[in-house]
């Protein structure tokens, strides 16, 4: 239940590791309580407590499982370090790569892909770099709160490779010749994934807002801070410096790996609506193409039906049918001669790409069935 200092120097994750699937943002009121308890969550105590934003990405492409939260570190002496991970939101990966749901929290903990992707998380954690001043908790809070927030920033180079995928498969599906006609499951996986960098950048953005809390146990410092970050703010407190306190510098890393993970995250998300407006575009020049097409055969269609027509009005019927004289059937030419015709338009209008050969079949295949039915029509038409 305690960190433990290894022979390099360095203080390994602690022990006692705790992760709760209700994330649900935490108030003032929650976490003025758990300052005010011991590392083990026990009334009594007193502890120096950071809150951090959580973002992991586990598991190989198609079995991937994205977690989204925040983390506590409570640290009541340098030998009692409790980490608390609270899970807001889990998506995993489905049949197609990039294609994420949302699991229910109620079904989290006996979900086995979720079980296996926390013991993941925690095997994942950092060896805990060892304070120089042992004796202070803030130092060690500050350690640690750093470290926690530089591996979610790391994880948005995960979230950025499951773009990376998703724009790919746009990329394919909007070259020529692809046979799948609707982007559908490709925009809704662009949607959750903007979800997520959603969702985790608000986890980042409230933390930067409470400066991790740091009021809780030191409400000078943290005042301090925010003249740094906005020298307009009206209070009392001197500009943060490195004099300030000796871990200041750590808490301002841990600070802007949160606001470098908001925006990367804010980045991203902007980049998955582009990808949404470029697949809508796509999906309406596909359309537009679709649209073309069908004309096409539309015409040749009615060539095929509309020439034969205007040869029996202009002969008559009664005098061309039935095909069983060769005059008859010298008249019949420009029958044949216009869906020969149509034919040809069928294979000038044909798609390029990899389509083009069922096109061509396709409409060519068409006029021969309709000269063959109209060859047998005019040979089994009854005489006069």
């Not at 602690?14 to 300052?35: L, T």
């Not at 951090?52 to 009541?76: A, C, D, F, K, T």
């Amino acid at each position: 239940m305690h960190a433990h200092s290894s022979p390099d120097g360095t203080i390994q994750a602690p022990d006692n590791i705790s992760i709760s699937f209700d994330g649900d943002v935490v108030g003032q009121e929650a976490m003025s309580a758990r300052a005010a308890a011991d590392f083990l969550g026990r009334p009594g105590g007193s502890s120096t407590i950071r809150a951090v934003p959580l973002l992991h990405v586990s598991g190989e492409p198609g079995q991937r499982l994205v977690m989204v939260g925040h983390s506590r570190v409570i640290v009541q002496d340098v030998d009692h370090v409790a980490v608390e991970c609270f899970l807001s939101n889990i998506w995993t990966e489905g049949a197609d790569e990039g294609e994420f749901t949302l699991v229910d929290k109620g079904d989290a903990a006996g979900n086995a892909r979720v079980t296996e992707a926390v013991l993941r998380f925690k095997d994942a954690l950092p060896a805990w770099p060892e304070a120089s001043e042992a004796g202070d908790p803030q130092m060690h809070a500050a350690r640690h709160a750093k470290a926690l927030a530089e591996m979610s920033r790391n994880s948005v180079a995960q979230v950025r490779e499951i773009r990376y995928g998703l724009e790919h498969r746009l990329a394919v599906f909007s070259g020529k010749g692809h046979q799948t006609s609707s982007n559908t499951p490709i925009v809704a996986s662009l949607l959750e994934l903007n979800i997520i960098c959603g969702r985790a950048a608000d986890q980042a953005r409230e933390a930067v807002r409470e400066g991790l809390w740091l009021h809780l146990s030191d409400s000078v410092a943290y005042h301090s801070y925010r003249r740094l970050q906005d020298p307009s703010i009206i209070n009392e407190a001197a500009v943060a410096t490195p004099g300030t306190r000796t871990w200041m510098r750590l808490h301002d890393a841990a600070i802007r790996q949160c606001l470098e993970m908001r925006k990367q995250l804010d980045a991203e998300s902007a980049t998955t609506r582009a990808l949404m407006a470029a697949a809508a575009s796509i999906s309406n020049s596909r359309e537009a193409d679709a649209q073309s097409s069908f004309n096409t055969l539309a015409a040749v269609a009615s060539l095929g039906l509309g020439i034969p027509a205007l040869v029996l009005a202009l002969y008559g019927a009664d005098r061309l049918l039935p095909l069983n004289t060769e005059s008859k059937q010298l008249a019949f030419i420009p029958v044949a001669a216009g869906l020969f015709f149509a034919a040809l338009i069928a294979i000038w209008r044909a798609p390029k790409g990899k389509s083009s050969r069922v096109w061509i079949f396709a409409a060519i295949g068409i006029i021969l069935i309709l000269l063959s039915l109209l060859i047998t029509a005019g040979l089994l038409a009854p005489s006069n």
